[in-house]
């Protein structure tokens, strides 16, 4: 029996030690491979700061730590063993509460009790440490601290001081005090299952070996708490407690000293702690302990609560006003609100639409919305099932000689939607590589039926202006998220070319080699994929692309940066495409500031804008706020991985966008912090709201929105980024912010604010009207009934001179085919309301004829080549007005299906001339029809006005 249990007890360790094994070679491998990654992309040197630094504080943790528990561990063996010695020589009348805890004992006082208590101690030192290793980027910057030349106005501290020292401070803190507590709970256990009943009558009163063992832990906290009680005055700057965030009147002339007057008390409570073991009266032990509880409560709670009440809320403002001035001041520097320039915006209706210098910015209003334009793209240009657009951005560019806004989307690689029985290893891996091409399109054209005017298009790429892309494959995006082997024998598909494929190579060196077997055993393991080792197919020529998705491989080099949520595209000059990304530093430490999360965030800066090649997946990172100390912090911890935004290569350079995601923040905390006033603070007499406005269907909080425009008093058009403000409780519109974004401008924010003796129309007020104007309320209604419905895009409010210009796309969405149209534009200005056709239309309807030279029409084909009555002629010209009529015909078919009856007017016109040109063809004499049945136009419809 007893050969057979040892022959289990062996298994199990065996077991055991394959398991650990087993471990250690992943981590062993995990680590080699992100070494291999991180060499390939060039930033070794910030592998091995992050790695050194993880490890240098798992083991100092650790260390501490380890001794801590095991020191304490082993007194508390001792303590048991010498109490188990006594039960010998005591009378045998002593009754314990646990008698059954004999067990234990032996545990503790066995021949192997220290090789457990060491495996134990081992055990908690591994898990606070593994936990406290996450804070090795707290420990760098406190050693790479530097000053925000600011101070608070409090303690007239550095703001690098809470960045970086409090920070760090507190994570110590926290090791320390939880560290403690466990020793405490542990070893207050171990004792307690060992006392006997005398512990209850006077023996708690007694001197003994584990009263005192715990006596000198519970010094040590009461002295570790009088550190906390000091750190907590400083926390007091980010206070929740008062009108405002940060210290108030309460904090500071009640909870200040009551910090202070507990820090002492703490410190004499320890020091008596001490005194009493030496002089062996225990009972002063749990007075002093008892006595510091309960000045705790009335300094911390019960005072507070009553000068809060009897001195501050009879008289709130007079005894916040300073405090209120400083959230105020503090507030605005934390998001760079103090920067803000507010402006007067006086307006007048008397814009001049044919003047020059609103041509960009007519030339520029968007049309199209991001969500069902990503629908329509898919629906056109997707072609293949595995091919996906993951999102649709805005950017400018300068496309044949003028400025304009342009909407693009990658056309990614998703495997997953390969089809089923092409989903195999090879496809997947080797085949099946990468995305292909870039769809753009103007922002304000429309083509036929409702579709987009493309400038890139189609596969290959076909290019209708100078705006061409000369590297189309996708390896690294927004969707590609598995690894690919590369440079194999298997040839990689490029693009599809009607029945056939088109293979293609990879041509950069920035994957990991799989020179040799060693290298591919390594990465099978890693990536748990033995088919690697098993494929004829890979060669010592082939790479292994990992890290393929940009956010996750941009993260992977900066784990401590806050990321923006949406990468966008941009194509440079020379044809190449690349992703740009936006990365924040923040902190929950600025005092006095407006918290804008739930975090307890309060400060952000915009500090690092990130390229990555998305072809090769090289990243660049590059400081876009100098200024911001913690940046300055992290380029003295990584140096030569930050360069200078001037390092930018131009033509990427004008493609830096303001991003939404601190512009939203800012704009947010503006709403409440553009009152400068302390009174009309107090008494929230100005509160801003963003407006909310019609999507699709449903009511929404207006979102920021990029214009290409000229600005008042500004002598060109730029790029910004807008959002209009309305009073609380109102729907007219008081104000519009902006962030500048061209050249040097970059960064600037505006407000321009309305005279508030006058109504200027909010968004919500437009869509009202929309909805109450019989005209077109009545189309909508109509089209919203008959197997389609009405998307209604973004209302944009768009500034000119001194005047606003509403515009809201709508598109048509037959629910047989989800594909939107964009059938109608909405205008609104002054008390003037249209919707037609066309932009070009509708501004006509507003502002009567317009000059051509001002403003160009919205196309009405997509190709220049396209057929009309207009530019058919020659030897086949009656096949091609078959043809044409067929087409126009075939419009008007659907147009009546859909509800569009203006559409169908034009069409049926359309196909009229082309009837007329037919029988003009062959000689014969045009019918002309009975005045009563002629067919009335939707043209001859009454227009909204």
């Known amino acids: 029996m007893m050969a057979k249990k040892g022959k289990k007890i062996s298994g199990a360790v065996k077991l055991a030690v394959v398991l650990a094994l087993l471990v250690i070679i992943s981590l062993i ?87 457990i208590l060491l495996i134990v101690s081992a055990f908690v030192a591994f898990i606070l440490s593994s936990i406290s290793s996450d804070n090795w980027i707290v420990v760098q910057q406190y050693i790479h601290r530097v000053s925000a030349e600011v101070v608070d106005p409090v303690f007239y501290k550095d703001l690098g001081f809470y960045f970086f020292n409090l920070e760090f401070y507190q994570m110590v803190y926290s090791l320390l005090m939880s560290s403690l507590i466990f020793v405490v709970v542990v070893t207050g256990i171990i004792y307690f299952i060992n006392i006997s009943a005398s512990f209850f009558n006077a023996g708690w009163k007694n001197f003994s070996l584990a009263k005192a063992h715990m006596a000198i832990l519970f010094a040590l906290i009461f002295a570790l708490k009088a550190w906390g009680f000091h750190l907590s005055t400083f926390k007091l700057l980010f206070s929740t407690n008062g009108i405002v965030f940060g210290a108030t009147y309460t904090d500071i002339n009640a909870r200040l000293f009551a910090y202070k007057v507990l820090l002492v008390v703490s410190l004499v409570v320890a020091l008596l702690i001490i005194v009493e073991i030496f002089i062996r009266k225990m009972q002063w032990v749990f007075i002093a302990i008892g006595t510091w509880v309960v000045l705790a409560v009335i300094l911390q709670g019960v005072y507070p609560s009553i000068m809060q009440k009897f001195m501050v809320q009879p008289n709130q403002f007079n005894k916040e006003r300073a405090n209120i001035e400083r959230a105020i001041q503090y507030t605005r520097q934390a998001y760079n609100l103090d920067m803000v320039d507010n402006k007067d915006f006086p307006i007048t209706y008397d814009l001049n639409i044919n003047d020059p210098i609103h041509e960009t910015t007519v030339k520029n209003i968007r049309l199209w919305d991001w969500s069902p334009l990503k629908t329509t793209y898919q629906n056109l240009q997707q072609l293949r099932t595995y091919y996906v657009f993951e999102d649709v951005d805005v950017d400018r560019y300068t496309v044949d000689g003028q400025y304009r806004q342009v909407m693009l989307s990658v056309r990614e690689m998703d495997q997953e939607a390969l089809p089923s029985q092409a989903k195999d290893w090879i496809n997947q891996k080797l085949m099946y590589t990468h995305g292909y091409g870039v769809i753009a399109s103007p922002v304000n054209e429309v083509g036929t039926e409702g579709f987009p005017n493309f400038f890139m298009r189609d596969i290959p790429p076909r290019f209708t202006s100078d705006l061409v892309l000369n590297q189309p494959k996708i390896y690294f995006g927004e969707r590609t998220n598995s690894y690919v082997i590369v440079n194999t024998k298997q040839e990689e598909f490029d693009y599809p070319q009607g029945e056939l494929n088109v293979s293609t190579t990879y041509n950069a060196r920035s994957g990991l080699s799989l020179n040799s077997w060693g290298k591919r055993l390594l990465f099978a393991w890693t990536l748990r994929d033995y088919k690697m080792l098993l494929s004829s197919d890979i060669t010592n020529e082939s790479q292994i692309l990992l890290n393929r998705n940009i ?96 390092d930018m290569p131009e033509g990427l350079k004008q493609h830096i966008r303001y991003p939404e995601g601190i512009f939203s923040i800012q704009a947010d905390i503006y709403r409440t912090f553009h009152m400068t006033d302390p009174t009309a603070f107090y008494n929230k007499e100005d509160i801003w709201v963003v407006p909310r406005e019609i999507v699709g269907s449903e ?50 924010i505006l407000v321009y604010n309305f005279p508030k003796q006058e109504t200027i129309y909010g968004p919500e007020q437009i869509e009202s009207r929309v909805n109450q104007d019989t005209v077109i309320s009545q189309q909508l209604s109509l089209w919203n009934q008959q197997g389609s419905k009405v998307y209604r895009g973004n209302l944009l409010v768009i500034p000119m001179d001194t005047s606003l210009l509403y515009v809201e796309p709508l598109y048509l969405i037959a629910e047989s085919s989800n594909l939107p149209e964009l059938k109608r534009v909405i205008a609104a200005y002054g008390n003037k309301i249209v919707m037609e056709p066309t932009l070009d239309a509708a501004l006509k309807a507003i502002f009567g004829n317009l000059d051509s030279t001002s403003i160009k029409p919205i196309s009405t084909e997509n190709d220049a080549g396209a057929l009309s009555p207009n530019n058919i002629s020659g030897q086949n010209s009656i096949e091609q007005l078959i043809q044409l009529a067929r087409e126009y015909y075939d419009k008007a078919d659907r147009s009546i299906k859909e509800g569009d009856w203006q559409a169908y007017g034009e069409n049926l016109t359309n196909l009229n001339n082309v009837l007329l040109q037919l029988e003009q063809l062959s000689g014969l004499k045009p019918v002309q029809q009975a005045p009563g049945n002629q067919t009335e136009s939707p043209d001859n419809l009454p227009q909204s006005q």
């Open 699 to 748: 009511t929404t909080q207006v979102q920021p929105y990029y214009l290409l425009m000229q600005l008042p008093e500004e002598t060109k058009p730029e790029y910004t980024l807008m959002l209009p403000y309305s009073p609380n409780m109102r729907l007219n519109m008081i104000a519009w912010m902006c962030a500048r974004m061209d050249g040097d401008n970059y960064g600037k």
């Open 29 to 115: 491998t995990n680590f080699y491979t992100d070494w291999l990654w991180f060499q390939s992309v060039n930033y070794q040197r910030a592998f091995i700061t992050i790695l050194t630094s993880k490890i240098l504080l798992h083991v100092a943790v650790f260390i501490f730590a380890f001794l801590l528990f095991f020191l304490n561990l082993l007194v508390t063996s001792y303590t048991v063993r010498m109490q188990r010695l006594r039960e010998h020589s005591e009378p045998s009348d002593i009754f314990y509460l646990f008698p059954e805890s004999s067990n234990l004992k032996k545990f503790l006082t066995g021949a192997n009790s220290k090789w």
């Open 551 to 646: 956010r996750e491989r941009i993260s992977m080099v900066a784990p401590y940066l806050i990321y923006d949520s949406d990468p966008y595209a941009v194509i440079t000059p020379e044809g190449e495409l690349y992703w740009m990304l936006d990365a924040y530093t923040t902190s929950d430490k600025y005092p006095y500031s407006q918290p804008y999360n739930a975090l307890g965030d309060n400060y952000i800066r915009n500090s690092v804008k990130i390229t990555c090649n998305a072809y090769n997946g090289e990243m660049i990172f590059y400081i876009a706020d100098a200024k911001d100390p913690i940046i300055q912090s992290f380029s003295k911890i990584f140096p030569g991985l930050y360069k200078p935004l001037s």
